[in-house]
């Protein structure tokens, strides 16, 4: 069995008791220790002791970015800094970053939680792992890398970039699994074909590790195609602790959550209630294990579902639908709600174009302007005027047939549109200020 956990298999009523004794515990932790959560709770008229049953969980106030963005640095720290032994910060793009100190026992729990993911994989003693996400306070690269060495992997910590070097060591080292961006691997890819190296005949890649941000199961079906190698998912978030809080297994369409550290709950992102196993909306999480900066009830602002059914591979964690969206990422254009997936799929349905592809969102005058730029294939670049007509049309038809809009189509020719190491930016949204 590739499990490197007894809780993987532990039955249910085991694994709520336990959660429920964990959750317990970390209430009563964290309203002593973090003024924010106290003062939350004060107001709704809550107390550690309320918390009787895993529905109980419902009474406590939520947690957001905002918060962690409004108490930076250290305000939701609850372990003295004795105990910290390391920083991850997230979202340093606008604005203030958010800080996740963690505690020792926190980076344990992360490290196994990883370990585990990857034994799900089926990896082991004496695959190499190429950790090619970024190191540093981005939680990928370290969090890989501690997974991997506890799993007892030989681990290849190449970061990100240098992708000719990647590609040399992985050759050289016999790396079999490469973990990194699904955006990163289609550039990996792309820099193998240009030098001439066929992963199924030059390698010994077998299994691509591919998480950080949302990719179609259209996309994750040409990566397979076209590498031969397995692409698995692979989940998490910085407040949670990072990259290893989910992960699939290979015989369903969804993703296990390691719900004996991250106790998973769904709400209606409007009215904050939450929904059934089987409903979709917003995922939030409460970090049973971790001390450092615990996280109750955070709003991830990803959606998906959790499956009512059990999954077939006997593990009794719940399983949730792949992450296709975060309600961040929606464009409301004319009136239309569009998640950028939704146009990566259409693409992926055209063969004579690449699925490396830019959104543009324009103000003007009157409507805003939709503009949908794609990369045609090296194969099908012509200069036959008529040819890009015809190859536009059938983009656009695509288009209009998954999202209901008809945005101006620009073919843009082979590699001119940019490449990214770590997670690719694919929305241009040129309304916002
Ligand atoms: P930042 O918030 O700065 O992007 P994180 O690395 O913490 O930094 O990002 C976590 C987010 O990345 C998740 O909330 C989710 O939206 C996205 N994400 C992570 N892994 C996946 C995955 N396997 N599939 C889809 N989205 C993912
Ligand atoms: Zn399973």
Known sequence: MNSISDNDYLPIPELRKLQLEKL??????????????????DEKGVKPRDIASLDDIAKLPFMVKTDLRDEYPLGLTAAPMEEIVRFHCSSGTTGKPICIPNTKGDVEVWAEATA??????????????????????????LGL?????????????????????????????????????????????????KLGIDFRRDTKLRHGIFGAEPWTD???????RDSGIVAHDIYGLTEISGPGVAADCGRTNGLHIWEDHYYPEIVDPETLQPLPDGEKGELVFTTLDRFGTPMIRYRTRDLT?????????????????????????????HGVNLFPSQIETALLGVPEVEP???????????LDLLEVKVEIRSESFSDNIRELESLKKRVLAAVKTITGLSPKITLVSPGSLPRSEGKIKRVIDNRKK
């Open 305 to 333: 579902r959790l499956h009512p059914e059990q999954c077939p591979c006997g593990r009794t964690a719940r399983v949730m639908d792949r992450i296709k969206a975060r309600s961040d990422d929606m464009l409301i254009v």
């Open 116 to 141: 585990r993911c990857l034994a799900m994989y089926g990896l082991g003693k004496g695959d190499v792992l190429q950790v090619a996400y970024g190191y540093g306070l981005f939680t990928g690269g």
């Open 356 to 366: 490396h592809y830019q959104i543009v969102l324009t103000p003007t005058e009157t």
């Open 218 to 224: 259209e996309m994750r079906a040409k990566i397979e």
């Open 145 to 193: 890398h501690y997974g991997g060495e506890k799993l007892g992997c030989a681990v290849l910590p190449t970061s990100a970039g240098n992708t000719e070097k990647q590609l040399m060591l992985m050759r050289d080292l016999g790396t079999t699994a490469l973990a990194c961006t699904p955006s990163y691997f289609l550039h990996i890819m792309e820099v193998a074909k």
């Open 24 to 41: 317990q515990r970390l209430v009563a932790y964290e309203y002593e220790r973090v003024a924010l959560f106290r003062r939350r709770c």
